[in-house]
């Protein structure tokens, strides 16, 4: 049963437009929502996060989008940049429902120069 | 400040042979984590410990021990390896519970 889904194995956009990654999920109990970012050989690296009450949370160039009617959020990279390229997860976890945090099963993202 | 730190890198393991992966973490977190990512897959979350001297299961424990003696490490054992145990192993530390987690480096493992 998978609780946080990333639908697109991959995506693959050209340097200097947008990149959107997208997550759904399906446990309404999730109340806090992150972002992390993975290049090949590393551990995976924290890149944004977002809480229930917001709906919008913005990092230079990175926002994440929160719609909790349709259980989806969504990672907008804007200008895309070669070093962008790398796996991202979106992961959902809980304050009250239990503890773990679920991940999603990542996108690949391949920004061409 | 080197974060969380695991070893080995690599390691290859005959069936039913036992090992330890070491995990350290110089932050002061509470929270450490051990997950393993399959191929295609998101991070399975195998045991958790919420501070030193308390541990608990997570999704996929069955098959591992973990132990959490001080506040700096938390390893992870495997008594009787399987094929089905070919991974990477991923340990992690927060702050607290919905706090960021920091990853290490990982470790491969496969299971001959």
């Known amino acids: 049963d998978q609780q946080v889904k990333q639908n697109s194995p991959s995506l693959s956009v050209q340097e200097g437009r947008i990149s959107i990654l997208n997550c759904d999920y399906t446990n309404s109990m999730f109340d806090y929502f992150l972002w992390y970012k993975k290049y090949p050989a590393e551990g995976p690296t924290f890149l944004i996060s977002?809480?229930?009450?917001?709906d919008k949370n913005e990092d230079g160039r990175f926002t994440v989008f929160l719609n909790k009617s349709a259980k989806h959020l969504s990672l907008h990279i804007v200008p895309s940049q070669p070093g962008d390229s790398a796996v991202y997860f979106c992961a959902a976890s809980s304050n009250t429902g239990g503890f773990k945090t679920i991940f999603g099963a990542g996108t690949r993202l391949f920004v061409k120069a | 400040n080197a974060g969380v730190t695991q070893t080995p890198k690599f390691r290859i393991l005959k069936i039913g042979q036992s090992m330890t992966l070491q995990c350290t973490q110089d932050?002061?977190?509470?929270?450490m984590y051990w997950y393993r990512q399959d191929p295609g897959m998101g991070l399975k979350l195998i045991y958790y410990s919420v501070g030193a001297g308390i541990t608990d299961k997570g999704e996929v424990p069955n098959g591992y021990n973990v132990s959490r003696s001080t506040t700096e490490d938390f390893p992870l054992r495997l008594e009787l390896a399987a094929p089905s145990q070919t991974s990477v192993y991923f340990c992690?530390?927060?702050?607290?519970?919905?706090?960021?987690?920091?990853f290490g480096p990982g470790t491969r493992l496969t299971v001959l």
């Open positions: 932050m002061n977190h509470n929270y």
């Open positions: 977002i809480s229930s009450i917001k």
């Open positions: 992690a530390s927060s702050y607290s519970k919905n706090n960021e987690q920091f």
